[in-house]
């Protein structure tokens, strides 16, 4: 009897509830504190025991929050006017395999922390205002099938190494201010079928160029208006030359068919 009593101690001791841990409590401590939340949607994350103990088994009472064996496996906090920047403490969710904070008001970089989630196979930071560039060290997240980033305001390039998640199924940064080549991997033809991601992954970004996209008329029109400046600077340049040759032929040829000073004043002197 009393060693059936101490085992059910020692489960009690070890259960998921009581060792949540202590990464998932910073990471969503970090999040909590760093978003703005006008609707009170995430109101039961404000005590300090609810955070302390994010977690029971597969369950858990945090809104937006669901575990997996005692782990913080997935968050999901769309379309609730959050604001606010996301916090670098994210990445301490180790386990997270789905992020979606979609559709809010988040403003900021994109944390380059988030490729310590090394198991995160969603991505999904779309409709907000977030700015920067995208972190290229987000290649490290080998597990990542879908990275959803449009209408934001990021700028700079894609990132060749994203090309590189040979996982990735679902990419779509249109609607941002992205600008230069297409990576090549991420529009590579796949068994010459077609491009791996179509245009609609990449539209709304007038600085960007490259296959899937159709040619930008704007930059062929440029080149053109080049091409006619120079061809124009010329003419009017061989026409200045021309003009110029012409008036001095005619000035010396003056010079040629009428005497000089000298010449004059002998022709007006009487002969003697």
């Keep these: 009897?009393?060693?059936?009593?101490?085992?059910?101690?020692?489960?009690?001791?070890?259960?998921?509830?009581?060792?949540?841990?202590?990464?998932?409590?910073?990471?969503?401590?970090?999040?909590?504190?760093?978003?703005?939340?006008?609707?009170?949607?995430?109101?039961?994350?404000s005590t300090p025991a609810s955070l302390s103990s994010p977690c029971n088994g597969f369950t858990s009472t945090l809104v937006g929050v669901t575990c997996n064996n005692g782990r913080v496996y997935k968050l999901s906090l769309s379309a609730q006017f959050l604001s606010g920047q996301i916090s670098p403490s994210i990445s301490n969710c180790t386990n997270l395999q789905s992020l979606d904070l979609s559709s809010n008001e988040l403003t900021g970089p994109i944390p380059f922390s988030i490729s310590s989630l090394l198991n995160l196979a969603v991505l999904n930071l779309s409709a907000n205002h977030l700015s920067g560039e995208i972190p290229p060290s987000l290649s490290l997240c080998a597990y990542l099938n879908v990275i959803d980033l449009h209408s934001n305001d990021l700028t700079g390039q894609i990132p060749d190494q994203i090309g590189l998640?040979?996982?990735?199924?679902?990419?779509?940064?249109?609607?941002?201010?992205?600008?230069?080549?297409?990576?090549?991997?991420?529009?590579?033809?796949?068994?010459?079928?077609?491009?791996?991601?179509?245009?609609?992954?990449?539209?709304?970004?007038?600085?960007?160029?490259?296959?899937?996209?159709?040619?930008?008329?704007?930059?062929?029109?440029?080149?053109?208006?080049?091409?006619?400046?120079?061809?124009?600077?010329?003419?009017?340049?061989?026409?200045?030359?021309?003009?110029?040759?012409?008036?001095?032929?005619?000035?010396?040829?003056?010079?040629?068919?009428?005497?000089?000073?000298?010449?004059?004043?002998?022709?007006?002197?009487?002969?003697?």
């Design 1 to 45: 009897m009393p060693s059936l009593l101490l085992l059910f101690l020692l489960l009690h001791l070890l259960s998921p509830s009581l060792m949540a841990d202590p990464d998932d409590q910073r990471c969503l401590s970090g999040l909590y504190h760093s978003l703005n939340d006008p609707t009170g949607y995430m109101k039961n994350w």
């Design 165 to 272: 998640l040979v996982r990735l199924s679902a990419f779509d940064v249109s609607n941002n201010k992205l600008s230069g080549a297409i990576p090549y991997l991420l529009a590579n033809k796949s068994n010459g079928l077609g491009p791996r991601f179509n245009a609609s992954s990449f539209a709304g970004n007038k600085e960007l160029y490259g296959y899937p996209l159709p040619p930008m008329k704007n930059k062929g029109l440029s080149v053109l208006a080049i091409v006619f400046i120079g061809l124009g600077s010329g003419l009017v340049s061989l026409i200045l030359s021309f003009t110029a040759v012409c008036i001095w032929l005619r000035v010396a040829d003056q010079e040629s068919s009428n005497p000089g000073e000298e010449g004059k004043i002998s022709h007006l002197m009487p002969d003697y």
